[in-house]
C-alpha cells in the first residue's frame, strides 16, 4: 500500500473506516472537527454505509454512541476540550454499561483563557471516567492505535470505551506519510463486532438502571477488573497488529535508548519526537539520558513504570496539562506507581507547553539538566516567561 | 438480582430482565405516609399526575391507590390534592 499524506485527524477518520463504523455521532468543535467532517464525506459518498446521527451537543453525541453501542453497533466519535467536559457526565455512563465505543480527541487547552492549542488538560480530566487512554505521537501511530483500539475495546476479556488523543496541530492539521492498511487487512485484523449483554428491540430489560447498596459495588468491581485485564489483551492485540500490518508501536511505555541511562524524561504525545532528538544530541555530548512515552495513560502501566524505577535513579515526568493539584496528573500518577518500590528513584515534574506553547529542544534540555543536576524543586514550569535580571557590562 | 450472594455469580454487564420495582422496594425512608380520605375525593387523578414516582395507581372504581411499597412520603399529593383529601400521618 503507497504512503498516503494525511494529517492526524484524517489518520482518525481512515481508522473509523477501516473499522466498518456502523454509528457515528459527533458536534464539531476545533481542531477535532475534520475527523468527523471527513467521516461525514465518507458516508455521504456511500464508501462508508454507516448511520451519522447530527446532535446539537456533545453531551447527545456521546448518548447516540451509548445508545447505539447498547443495540450492539460499533460506534465512534470525536471531541475536544470544552466538547470533551460537555460529555464527562455521560463517559461514566459508557464505561459502566461497558460500551466499547471508540473516540478520537484532538487535545485542546481549556478555556478561560479561551485556546484553541495543544494541552491535555482535557483528557486528563477524564482520566477518571472508566475509559481506556491511548495519547499518540504520530498520525501513522493515530491510525494504528485507533484500528487497534477498537478491538481492545470490544474484547470480551474488556469492554470498555477507548480514547485515542492526539496532539492539536502539530498532529490534528499537519500532514504525515501515513501507511493506511488496505481494507482487506483491518478486515483480517478487526472481525465483525458481536456484542454481548445489549438490549434487543421487543425483549423488555433494562441496563445500567437503579441498583441498590446490595450490589452497586459488585458491578465496579467487574469494571476495574476489567481494567486489569486490559494489558494483557493490548499486548495480543499489538502483535496481532504487527503480524497483519508489520507495525507496533512498543506497548505501553517504550522506552529509547534506557539500558545505561542515569536519567529518563517520561513524556506524553508529540513532545516525545522532540524529546528523542535531545537524548541523541545530549548522547553525542556524553550525557547518559534516555526517554519513555507513555503512550498508555489508562490503565497507567504499573509494571513497566516500576520496572523503569528499578533500573533508573533519576526520572522526570512532563506534564503537558495542568488539572488543579499541587502537581502534574502524570506526575502523580507515575509518582504512585513508583512508590513501592524499595529503591525510589529521585523523581522530578516539569510542567510545559500549556496552551500550545512549543515544547522546544533547549526546554527539555533545562529538563535533562534538572534531572541530571537534582534539582531542589520537585515541581518545575519550564518555559514559563519570568522577569529576568539584565545586566549590563561596564 | 437481589439473589445474588457473591460477585462472580453476577452478570459481568449490569443487564437484567425483571423490572426494578420488583425488586427493590424504595419506600423505606419514608417518615409520613399519606392516607386518602376517599369521602372527600372527587377522583380528578391530580394526585396520580403529580406523583413524581409513580407510587399512586388508580383502582377500578377510579379512585387512588398509594403503593406503599413505593412511595416516599415526599407529600406532593396532599399538597396538589385540590379538595384537601389527603392527610399526612407520621409513620409509627
Same mark, same amino acid.
Given at each position: 500500500? %503507497?504512503?498516503?499524506?494525511?494529517?492526524?485527524?484524517?489518520?482518525?477518520?481512515?481508522?473509523?473506516?477501516?473499522?466498518?463504523?456502523?454509528?457515528?455521532?459527533?458536534?464539531?468543535?476545533?481542531?477535532?472537527?475534520?475527523?468527523?467532517?471527513?467521516?461525514?464525506?465518507?458516508?455521504?459518498?456511500?464508501?462508508?454505509?454507516?448511520?451519522?446521527?447530527?446532535?446539537?451537543?456533545?453531551?447527545?453525541?456521546?448518548?447516540?454512541?451509548?445508545?447505539?453501542?447498547?443495540?450492539?453497533?460499533?460506534?465512534?466519535?470525536?471531541?475536544?476540550?470544552?466538547?470533551?467536559?460537555?460529555?464527562?457526565?455521560?463517559?461514566?455512563?459508557?464505561?459502566?454499561?461497558?460500551? %466499547?465505543?471508540?473516540?478520537?480527541?484532538?487535545?485542546?487547552?481549556?478555556?478561560?483563557?479561551?485556546?484553541?492549542?495543544?494541552?491535555?488538560?482535557?483528557? !486528563?480530566?477524564?482520566?477518571? *471516567?472508566?475509559?481506556?487512554?491511548?495519547?499518540?505521537?504520530?498520525?501513522?501511530?493515530?491510525?494504528?492505535?485507533?484500528?487497534?483500539?477498537?478491538?481492545?475495546?470490544?474484547?470480551?476479556?474488556?469492554?470498555?470505551?477507548?480514547?485515542?488523543?492526539?496532539?492539536?496541530?502539530?498532529?490534528?492539521?499537519?500532514?504525515?506519510?501515513?501507511?493506511?492498511?488496505?481494507?482487506?487487512?483491518?478486515?483480517?485484523?478487526?472481525?465483525?463486532?458481536?456484542?454481548?449483554?445489549?438490549?434487543?428491540?421487543?425483549?423488555?430489560?433494562?441496563?445500567?438502571?437503579?441498583?441498590?447498596?446490595?450490589?452497586?459495588?459488585?458491578?465496579?468491581?467487574?469494571?476495574?477488573?476489567?481494567?486489569?485485564?486490559?494489558?494483557?489483551?493490548?499486548?495480543?492485540?499489538?502483535?496481532?497488529?504487527?503480524?497483519?500490518?508489520?507495525?507496533?508501536?512498543?506497548?505501553?511505555?517504550?522506552?529509547?535508548?534506557?539500558?545505561?541511562?542515569?536519567?529518563?524524561?517520561?513524556?506524553?504525545? *508529540?513532545?516525545?519526537? *522532540?524529546?528523542?532528538?535531545?537524548?541523541?544530541?545530549?548522547?553525542?555530548?556524553?550525557?547518559?539520558?534516555?526517554?519513555?512515552?507513555?503512550?498508555?495513560?489508562?490503565?497507567? %502501566?504499573?509494571?513497566?513504570?516500576?520496572?523503569?524505577?528499578?533500573?533508573?535513579?533519576?526520572?522526570?515526568?512532563?506534564?503537558?496539562?495542568?488539572?488543579?493539584?499541587?502537581?502534574?496528573?502524570?506526575?502523580?500518577?507515575?509518582?504512585?506507581?513508583?512508590? %513501592?518500590?524499595?529503591?525510589?528513584?529521585?523523581?522530578?515534574?516539569?510542567?510545559?507547553?500549556?496552551?500550545?506553547?512549543? !515544547?522546544?529542544?533547549?526546554?527539555?534540555?533545562?529538563?535533562?539538566?534538572?534531572?541530571?543536576?537534582?534539582?531542589?524543586?520537585?515541581?518545575?514550569?519550564?518555559?514559563?516567561?519570568?522577569?529576568?535580571?539584565? *545586566?549590563?557590562?561596564? | 438480582?437481589?439473589?445474588?450472594?457473591?460477585?462472580?455469580?453476577?452478570?459481568?454487564?449490569?443487564?437484567?430482565?425483571?423490572?426494578?420495582?420488583?425488586?427493590?422496594?424504595?419506600?423505606?425512608?419514608?417518615?409520613?405516609?399519606?392516607?386518602?380520605?376517599?369521602?372527600?375525593?372527587?377522583?380528578?387523578?391530580?394526585?396520580?399526575?403529580?406523583?413524581?414516582?409513580?407510587?399512586?395507581?388508580?383502582?377500578?372504581?377510579?379512585?387512588?391507590?398509594?403503593?406503599?411499597?413505593?412511595?416516599?412520603?415526599?407529600?406532593?399529593?396532599?399538597?396538589?390534592?385540590?379538595?384537601?383529601?389527603?392527610?399526612?400521618?407520621?409513620?409509627?
Amino acid at each position: 500500500m %503507497p504512503l498516503q499524506v494525511i494529517s492526524g485527524n484524517y489518520a482518525q477518520a481512515y481508522a473509523a473506516k477501516l473499522a466498518r463504523v456502523q454509528v457515528i455521532s459527533a458536534y464539531p468543535i476545533t481542531p477535532q472537527t475534520t475527523i468527523v467532517e471527513k467521516l461525514a464525506d465518507f458516508v455521504a459518498s456511500g464508501e462508508l454505509p454507516a448511520e451519522y446521527i447530527k446532535v446539537e451537543s456533545e453531551h447527545s453525541a456521546m448518548q447516540v454512541c451509548i445508545s447505539a453501542a447498547s443495540l450492539g453497533a460499533r460506534t465512534y466519535t470525536a471531541s475536544s476540550s470544552q466538547g470533551l467536559l460537555l460529555m464527562h457526565e455521560l463517559l461514566h455512563w459508557a464505561s459502566g454499561i461497558r460500551a %466499547p465505543i471508540v473516540m478520537g480527541v484532538a487535545n485542546r487547552a481549556i478555556a478561560p483563557p479561551l485556546s484553541i492549542w495543544t494541552d491535555h488538560s482535557d483528557t !486528563i480530566a477524564q482520566r477518571d *471516567t472508566g475509559w481506556i487512554q491511548y495519547y499518540a505521537e504520530s498520525n501513522q501511530e493515530v491510525l494504528d492505535t485507533a484500528l487497534m483500539a477498537f478491538r481492545l475495546a470490544e474484547h470480551d476479556d474488556v469492554r470498555l470505551p477507548a480514547m485515542i488523543t492526539e496532539d492539536a496541530f502539530y498532529l490534528s492539521h499537519t500532514v504525515e506519510p501515513v501507511d493506511v492498511p488496505s481494507q482487506e487487512q483491518a478486515d483480517a485484523f478487526l472481525p465483525p463486532y458481536k456484542a454481548r449483554d445489549i438490549l434487543r428491540p421487543g425483549e423488555a430489560a433494562r441496563l445500567g438502571s437503579y441498583i441498590g447498596p446490595d450490589l452497586y459495588m459488585e458491578f465496579r468491581y467487574k469494571v476495574a477488573r476489567a481494567m486489569t485485564r486490559v494489558p494483557g489483551v493490548m499486548a495480543a492485540v499489538e502483535e496481532e497488529y504487527e503480524r497483519i500490518t508489520g507495525r507496533n508501536h512498543g506497548g505501553p511505555l517504550p522506552t529509547y535508548r534506557a539500558d545505561d541511562a542515569d536519567a529518563v524524561l517520561i513524556t506524553m504525545g *508529540t513532545a516525545t519526537t *522532540t524529546a528523542r532528538s535531545v537524548v541523541d544530541a545530549l548522547r553525542a555530548r556524553g550525557e547518559k539520558v534516555a526517554l519513555a512515552k507513555l503512550r498508555v495513560f489508562r490503565p497507567l %502501566p504499573m509494571h513497566e513504570l516500576r520496572e523503569l524505577a528499578r533500573t533508573v535513579d533519576r526520572i522526570g515526568v512532563l506534564d503537558r496539562s495542568y488539572t488543579g493539584g499541587l502537581v502534574g496528573a502524570a506526575y502523580s500518577e507515575v509518582a504512585g506507581a513508583m512508590f %513501592p518500590a524499595r529503591e525510589r528513584p529521585l523523581l522530578r515534574n516539569f510542567i510545559a507547553g500549556l496552551g500550545g506553547r512549543d !515544547i522546544t529542544p533547549p526546554m527539555v534540555e533545562t529538563m535533562y539538566r534538572r534531572l541530571l543536576d537534582g534539582s531542589d524543586s520537585e515541581v518545575e514550569w519550564i518555559g514559563l516567561k519570568e522577569r529576568k535580571e539584565v *545586566t549590563v557590562d561596564g | 438480582m437481589t439473589s445474588y450472594e457473591a460477585q462472580e455469580d453476577l452478570p459481568e454487564v449490569c443487564i437484567a430482565t425483571e423490572s426494578s420495582e420488583d425488586v427493590y422496594k424504595t419506600a423505606s425512608w419514608r417518615t409520613q405516609r399519606p392516607v386518602i380520605r376517599l369521602e372527600a375525593c372527587t377522583k380528578c387523578n391530580v394526585c396520580w399526575k403529580f406523583c413524581p414516582d409513580v407510587a399512586i395507581e388508580l383502582n377500578a372504581d377510579g379512585y387512588p391507590v398509594v403503593r406503599l411499597d413505593y412511595c416516599k412520603g415526599c407529600g406532593i399529593c396532599a399538597e396538589e390534592c385540590k379538595p384537601r383529601a389527603i392527610d399526612m400521618v407520621k409513620e409509627g
